[in-house]
């Protein structure tokens, strides 16, 4: 199975509950959103400002 490619919309919900959702568009203009919890979108945010984690 190959994973669809979806292209990031500069979009982002923040939940009160600390859910995040990354919105995103498919190849085929279907809208996806990525459901990250909180621990997981602080962890992607500080992979995405510091890859090499320094």
């Known amino acids: 199975m190959s994973p669809e490619i979806v292209r990031w919309d500069r979009e982002v919900i ?8 990354v919105c995103c568009v498919g190849e085929s203009g279907r809208p996806i959103a990525l459901e990250l919890g909180p621990e997981y979108a602080e962890a992607l945010g500080l992979l995405l400002v510091d890859p090499d984690g320094e």
């Open 14 to 21: 923040r939940e009160p509950d600390g859910t995040v959702f």
